[in-house]
């Protein structure tokens, strides 16, 4: 069975990922930015993401470059190891939570992005 988060809408999540960048001292610019490395998505294509409400799924199935870097995101979100994870759209998601996290805590920028 699916996880719910695959049919949630990534515009209902982009404000959290946004409000936790900027709470401790990081920009919106930054969390594109980091959008942008790990799926490709310019500020046109991430404009249209979140105004046609597109669900997880379909954010990731029509990402217009997925970083091949990706894979090098080692580390813990939610209790369990990113590069563990089996299912392709989870591990996907849980790079992008990485990298907030990442952001969030004042990791340096330039080696957020492998």
């Known amino acids: 069975m699916p ?23 990081r920009t919106k610019a930054q969390v594109d930015e980091l959008i942008h490395w790990l799926t490709g998505y310019d500020a046109t294509g991430l404009d249209a ?16 470059a997925l970083n091949p870097n990706r ?3 080692k580390g813990v979100v939610c209790g369990v190891r990113v590069e563990e ?3 392709p759209l989870m591990q996907e998601i849980r ?6 996290d990442e952001l969030a805590r004042g990791k340096k920028f330039e080696n957020i992005k492998r």
Do not use: G, N, Q, T
């Open 95 to 100: 790079y992008l939570d990485k990298l907030i």
């Open 71 to 73: 894979k090098l995101i």
């Open 49 to 64: 993401a979140l105004a046609d409400e597109r669900d997880f799924e379909a954010f990731f199935a029509h990402a217009p």
């Open 85 to 87: 994870i089996v299912e």
């Open 3 to 25: 996880h719910k988060i695959y049919k949630m809408s990534f515009a209902s999540v982009y404000p959290h990922y946004v409000a936790k960048a900027e709470k401790k001292e």
